[in-house]
């Protein structure tokens, strides 16, 4: 059965492989890639990204949820979204979105971040989401204030991202700290 999450505006859902070309758009636009911390330089790596987030979606010890992103009503796709359970700490798990630049600045990342919290803490019982961004992508740090995740601190310079060393500012919210209404 295909996973899914409605929110107000989109449905997040399996990413199926229909959704390769979509997968090769965010990976060939620059200005999507350039803070994104996720390897889609080369067709192999695209293809396994989608093949990653299908065989994902297939288990019964489901870890990661890589899920297609479509405005409600059109099934346009606009981008996918991501909650990954830490392999070595099953009450952890990471969150992250990418859209497509004709969907930004619409409130949409933050509509997103919002489900897989509630996803997250209501559905899968986690005691902590957190995610990161690189320090120049403030609109990605932007998104997770609004949506309540405290800023944790920055790891800096840990790794080279195509054309800069990439400082990663993470944030993070407890089960504690989550209220459905945040
Ligand atoms: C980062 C991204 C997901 C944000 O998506 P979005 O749907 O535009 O986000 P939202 O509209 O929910 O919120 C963005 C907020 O940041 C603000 N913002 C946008 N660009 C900004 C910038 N350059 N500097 C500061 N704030 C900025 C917006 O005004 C908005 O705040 P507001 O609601 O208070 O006005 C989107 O730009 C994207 O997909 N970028 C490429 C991929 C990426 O970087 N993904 C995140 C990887 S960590």
């Avoid at 798990?93 to 409130?107: C, V």
């Avoid at 902590?128 to 995740?149: F, I, P, Q, T």
Wanted: net charge negative.
């Amino acid at each position: 059965m295909v996973f899914s999450l409605t929110t107000e505006r989109l449905i997040l859902e399996d990413l199926d492989g229909q959704d390769l070309a979509n997968i090769q758009r965010i990976a060939s636009d620059p200005r999507v890639m350039h803070y994104v911390f996720i390897w889609l330089e080369t067709d192999e790596q695209v293809a396994g990204f989608v093949r990653h987030a299908i065989d994902e979606s297939l288990r019964s010890d489901r870890r990661d949820y890589l899920l297609a992103v479509r405005v409600l009503g059109t099934g346009a796709f606009a981008g996918f979204a991501m909650l990954e359970i830490d392999p070595k700490q099953a009450t952890t798990a990471e969150a992250g979105y990418i859209l497509l630049p004709a969907y930004w600045k619409n409130g949409y990342a933050s509509e997103i971040l919002r489900a897989l919290l509630a996803f997250g803490f209501d559905e899968l019982s986690l005691h902590r989401v957190y995610g990161k961004c690189d320090e120049m992508n403030l609109a990605s740090a932007h998104v997770m204030e609004k949506c309540g995740l405290t800023y944790e601190g920055t790891v800096r310079e840990h790794v080279w991202l195509r054309d800069h060393w990439r400082s990663s500012r993470y944030y993070g919210m407890l089960a504690e700290e989550y209220s459905p209404s945040g």
